[in-house]
Nanobody
């Protein structure tokens, strides 16, 4: 299974970015897809997750600003990030069904 992430970058505070993660390989009926992030010197934490049925979970700090969605036909998960803040700066990792991780994409928000 391979996870290919895209969409990270450098953005000014208040701006938006959209992350994408496409899963390929021998994988069927993915149940849970999610995004984690890891800032320098900190642990990797859950940002948001979504089940195959559409149930979502968000960490408190991103509620109302980030939206997770998925396209089951494409095995792809998205993270729309609005009203970005400098504290959102981190490497963002895609996760599928706990076991599989993407390579990470850098998001940097400057004030």
């Amino acid at each position: 299974v391979q996870l290919v992430e895209s969409g990270g970058g450098l953005v000014q505070s208040g701006g938006s970015l959209r992350l994408s993660c496409a899963a390929s390989g021998t994988i069927f009926n993915i149940w849970n897809m999610g995004w984690y992030r890891q800032a320098p010197g900190k642990q990797r934490d859950l940002v948001a997750s979504i089940t195959r049925g559409g149930t979502t979970i968000y960490t408190d700090s991103v509620k109302g600003r980030f939206t997770i969605s998925r396209d089951n036909a494409k095995n792809t998960v998205y993270l729309q990030m609005n009203s970005l803040k400098p504290e959102d700066t981190a490497v963002y990792y895609c996760n599928v069904d706990v076991a599989y991780w993407g390579q990470g994409t850098q998001v940097t928000v400057f004030s």
